[in-house]
Antibody, heavy 122, light 108 residues
Framework: QVQLVQSGAEVRKPGASVKVSCKAS????????INWVRQAPGQGPEWLGW????????NYAQKFQGRVTMTTDTSTTTAYMELKSLRSDDTAVYYC???????????????WGQGTLVTVSS | EIVLTQSPDTLSLSPGERATLSCRAS???????LAWYQRKVGQAPRLLIY???SRATGIPDRFSGSGSATDFTLTISRLEPEDFAVYYC?????????FGGGTKVEIK
Protein backbone atom coordinates (compact mmCIF):
# COMPACT_ATOMS: atom_id res chain seq x y z
CA GLN A 1 0.00 0.00 0.00
CA VAL A 2 1.09 3.58 -0.62
CA GLN A 3 2.85 5.17 2.33
CA LEU A 4 4.51 8.53 2.79
CA VAL A 5 6.46 8.70 6.04
CA GLN A 6 7.79 12.09 7.06
CA SER A 7 10.58 13.06 9.40
CA GLY A 8 9.91 14.12 12.96
CA ALA A 9 9.03 17.44 14.53
CA GLU A 10 11.57 20.25 14.39
CA VAL A 11 12.18 23.40 16.42
CA ARG A 12 14.17 26.23 14.87
CA LYS A 13 15.08 29.79 15.73
CA PRO A 14 14.09 32.67 13.44
CA GLY A 15 16.48 32.97 10.52
CA ALA A 16 17.43 29.29 10.54
CA SER A 17 16.57 26.62 7.97
CA VAL A 18 14.69 23.34 8.18
CA LYS A 19 14.69 20.31 5.88
CA VAL A 20 11.78 17.88 5.99
CA SER A 21 11.98 14.43 4.42
CA CYS A 22 9.22 12.27 2.96
CA LYS A 23 9.98 8.58 2.42
CA ALA A 24 7.67 7.01 -0.17
CA SER A 25 6.80 3.35 -0.65
CA UNK A 26 4.15 1.20 -2.28
CA UNK A 27 4.23 2.82 -5.73
CA UNK A 28 6.66 3.69 -8.52
CA UNK A 29 8.17 6.82 -6.99
CA UNK A 30 9.78 8.09 -10.18
CA UNK A 31 6.46 8.20 -12.06
CA UNK A 32 4.72 10.73 -9.82
CA UNK A 33 5.08 14.26 -8.58
CA ILE A 34 4.94 15.36 -4.96
CA ASN A 35 3.11 18.40 -3.61
CA TRP A 36 4.23 20.14 -0.43
CA VAL A 37 1.48 21.78 1.63
CA ARG A 38 1.51 23.39 5.06
CA GLN A 39 -1.17 24.23 7.56
CA ALA A 40 -0.65 26.77 10.31
CA PRO A 41 -2.78 26.67 13.46
CA GLY A 42 -6.32 27.90 12.79
CA GLN A 43 -5.71 28.44 9.08
CA GLY A 44 -6.51 26.63 5.88
CA PRO A 45 -3.88 24.63 4.02
CA GLU A 46 -1.31 26.48 1.91
CA TRP A 47 0.53 25.07 -1.10
CA LEU A 48 4.31 25.59 -1.22
CA GLY A 49 4.97 23.94 -4.57
CA TRP A 50 5.53 20.62 -6.26
CA UNK A 51 8.40 18.56 -7.59
CA UNK A 52 8.51 16.00 -10.33
CA UNK A 53 10.15 12.78 -9.19
CA UNK A 54 10.71 11.77 -12.83
CA UNK A 55 12.83 14.74 -13.93
CA UNK A 56 13.52 16.67 -10.73
CA UNK A 57 11.87 19.86 -11.96
CA UNK A 58 10.23 21.92 -9.24
CA ASN A 59 7.57 24.62 -9.35
CA TYR A 60 7.31 26.88 -6.33
CA ALA A 61 4.52 29.16 -5.19
CA GLN A 62 5.64 32.73 -5.77
CA LYS A 63 5.25 33.49 -2.06
CA PHE A 64 8.06 31.02 -1.26
CA GLN A 65 10.35 31.66 -4.24
CA GLY A 66 13.90 32.09 -3.02
CA ARG A 67 13.23 30.52 0.36
CA VAL A 68 12.12 26.98 -0.53
CA THR A 69 13.99 24.19 -2.27
CA MET A 70 12.42 20.84 -3.15
CA THR A 71 14.46 17.83 -4.18
CA THR A 72 14.04 14.11 -4.67
CA ASP A 73 16.34 11.10 -4.35
CA THR A 74 15.03 8.30 -6.55
CA SER A 75 17.58 5.83 -5.15
CA THR A 76 15.96 6.09 -1.72
CA THR A 77 12.46 7.12 -2.95
CA THR A 78 12.60 10.16 -0.71
CA ALA A 79 11.46 13.73 -1.30
CA TYR A 80 12.83 16.70 0.60
CA MET A 81 11.61 20.22 1.28
CA GLU A 82 13.98 22.83 2.70
CA LEU A 83 12.71 26.19 3.91
CA LYS A 84 15.21 28.93 4.75
CA SER A 85 15.16 32.23 6.61
CA LEU A 86 12.44 30.93 8.90
CA ARG A 87 10.04 33.33 10.60
CA SER A 88 7.57 32.77 13.40
CA ASP A 89 4.71 32.66 10.90
CA ASP A 90 6.31 29.62 9.24
CA THR A 91 5.22 27.62 12.28
CA ALA A 92 2.95 24.97 10.79
CA VAL A 93 2.49 21.31 10.02
CA TYR A 94 4.16 20.52 6.71
CA TYR A 95 2.84 17.73 4.48
CA CYS A 96 4.10 15.92 1.44
CA UNK A 97 1.43 14.47 -0.85
CA UNK A 98 1.71 12.22 -3.89
CA UNK A 99 0.02 13.20 -7.14
CA UNK A 100 -3.01 11.14 -8.10
CA UNK A 101 -1.97 10.82 -11.74
CA UNK A 102 1.43 9.82 -13.05
CA UNK A 103 3.58 12.25 -15.01
CA UNK A 104 1.69 15.35 -13.82
CA UNK A 105 -1.57 14.51 -15.52
CA UNK A 106 -3.08 16.75 -12.88
CA UNK A 107 -1.66 18.18 -9.65
CA UNK A 108 -4.26 16.83 -7.22
CA UNK A 109 -2.90 14.59 -4.48
CA UNK A 110 -4.34 11.29 -3.28
CA UNK A 111 -2.01 10.09 -0.53
CA TRP A 112 -0.52 12.35 2.11
CA GLY A 113 2.22 11.99 4.67
CA GLN A 114 1.43 12.18 8.37
CA GLY A 115 2.77 15.73 8.63
CA THR A 116 5.81 17.30 10.27
CA LEU A 117 5.37 20.04 12.86
CA VAL A 118 7.89 22.82 12.40
CA THR A 119 7.99 25.32 15.23
CA VAL A 120 9.87 28.58 14.79
CA SER A 121 10.53 30.32 18.06
CA SER A 122 13.29 32.31 19.67
CA GLU B 1 -4.50 33.55 -7.49
CA ILE B 2 -7.89 31.93 -7.09
CA VAL B 3 -9.47 32.49 -3.69
CA LEU B 4 -11.81 29.73 -2.50
CA THR B 5 -14.53 30.61 -0.01
CA GLN B 6 -16.24 27.78 1.79
CA SER B 7 -19.61 28.01 3.52
CA PRO B 8 -20.84 27.58 6.07
CA ASP B 9 -17.94 27.67 8.50
CA THR B 10 -19.71 25.10 10.68
CA LEU B 11 -22.55 22.71 9.93
CA SER B 12 -24.32 21.15 12.92
CA LEU B 13 -26.20 18.02 11.90
CA SER B 14 -27.30 14.66 13.25
CA PRO B 15 -26.24 11.25 11.95
CA GLY B 16 -28.44 10.24 9.04
CA GLU B 17 -28.98 13.81 7.88
CA ARG B 18 -27.85 15.26 4.57
CA ALA B 19 -24.90 17.66 4.49
CA THR B 20 -24.40 20.22 1.75
CA LEU B 21 -21.08 22.10 1.68
CA SER B 22 -20.32 24.98 -0.68
CA CYS B 23 -17.08 26.17 -2.25
CA ARG B 24 -17.09 29.36 -4.28
CA ALA B 25 -14.12 30.47 -6.40
CA SER B 26 -13.11 34.07 -7.07
CA UNK B 27 -12.71 33.16 -10.75
CA UNK B 28 -13.49 30.17 -12.89
CA UNK B 29 -11.61 26.98 -12.05
CA UNK B 30 -9.97 25.69 -15.22
CA UNK B 31 -11.07 22.23 -16.23
CA UNK B 32 -13.29 21.98 -13.12
CA UNK B 33 -10.11 20.88 -11.39
CA LEU B 34 -11.63 21.03 -7.94
CA ALA B 35 -11.06 18.52 -5.15
CA TRP B 36 -12.57 17.90 -1.74
CA TYR B 37 -10.63 16.55 1.22
CA GLN B 38 -11.69 15.30 4.63
CA ARG B 39 -9.51 16.08 7.60
CA LYS B 40 -9.74 14.56 11.07
CA VAL B 41 -7.67 15.61 14.05
CA GLY B 42 -4.30 13.93 14.06
CA GLN B 43 -4.78 12.38 10.62
CA ALA B 44 -3.56 13.18 7.14
CA PRO B 45 -6.09 14.69 4.72
CA ARG B 46 -8.12 12.14 2.77
CA LEU B 47 -9.02 12.77 -0.86
CA LEU B 48 -12.77 12.36 -1.38
CA ILE B 49 -13.56 13.97 -4.74
CA TYR B 50 -11.43 15.17 -7.64
CA UNK B 51 -12.27 16.79 -10.98
CA UNK B 52 -15.33 18.22 -9.19
CA UNK B 53 -17.36 15.02 -9.28
CA SER B 54 -15.13 11.94 -9.45
CA ARG B 55 -14.97 9.87 -6.28
CA ALA B 56 -11.52 8.79 -5.19
CA THR B 57 -10.75 5.11 -4.74
CA GLY B 58 -12.54 3.56 -1.76
CA ILE B 59 -14.78 6.56 -1.06
CA PRO B 60 -18.38 5.58 -0.22
CA ASP B 61 -21.07 6.65 -2.65
CA ARG B 62 -22.80 8.78 -0.01
CA PHE B 63 -20.15 11.38 -0.92
CA SER B 64 -20.81 13.24 -4.15
CA GLY B 65 -19.44 16.36 -5.77
CA SER B 66 -20.95 18.70 -8.30
CA GLY B 67 -20.50 22.10 -9.85
CA SER B 68 -18.36 23.94 -12.35
CA ALA B 69 -16.71 27.29 -13.04
CA THR B 70 -17.04 29.17 -9.73
CA ASP B 71 -19.58 27.18 -7.72
CA PHE B 72 -18.99 23.72 -6.33
CA THR B 73 -20.81 21.53 -3.83
CA LEU B 74 -19.94 18.50 -1.74
CA THR B 75 -22.94 16.49 -0.61
CA ILE B 76 -22.96 13.77 2.01
CA SER B 77 -26.29 12.05 1.52
CA ARG B 78 -26.61 10.43 4.98
CA LEU B 79 -24.08 11.34 7.63
CA GLU B 80 -22.34 8.46 9.34
CA PRO B 81 -20.61 8.95 12.72
CA GLU B 82 -17.19 8.80 11.04
CA ASP B 83 -18.09 11.67 8.68
CA PHE B 84 -17.91 14.37 11.36
CA ALA B 85 -14.74 16.20 10.41
CA VAL B 86 -13.42 19.27 8.61
CA TYR B 87 -13.76 19.43 4.83
CA TYR B 88 -11.59 21.49 2.49
CA CYS B 89 -11.94 22.26 -1.17
CA UNK B 90 -8.87 22.79 -3.35
CA UNK B 91 -8.45 24.00 -6.89
CA UNK B 92 -5.61 22.67 -9.02
CA UNK B 93 -6.54 24.19 -12.37
CA UNK B 94 -4.11 27.06 -12.09
CA UNK B 95 -1.04 27.94 -10.11
CA UNK B 96 -0.72 28.49 -7.26
CA UNK B 97 -2.90 25.68 -6.03
CA UNK B 98 -5.23 27.07 -3.39
CA PHE B 99 -7.47 25.76 -0.65
CA GLY B 100 -10.62 26.98 1.01
CA GLY B 101 -10.76 27.78 4.70
CA GLY B 102 -12.73 24.65 5.53
CA THR B 103 -16.18 23.66 6.77
CA LYS B 104 -16.48 21.82 10.05
CA VAL B 105 -19.27 19.25 10.15
CA GLU B 106 -20.11 18.67 13.80
CA ILE B 107 -22.60 16.52 15.64
CA LYS B 108 -25.72 18.41 16.63
Amino acid sequence: QVQLVQSGAEVRKPGASVKVSCKASGYTFSNYGINWVRQAPGQGPEWLGWISAYNGNANYAQKFQGRVTMTTDTSTTTAYMELKSLRSDDTAVYYCAKHLVAFAGTLVSDFWGQGTLVTVSS
Amino acid sequence: EIVLTQSPDTLSLSPGERATLSCRASQGVAGSYLAWYQRKVGQAPRLLIYDASSRATGIPDRFSGSGSATDFTLTISRLEPEDFAVYYCQQYGSLPLTFGGGTKVEIK
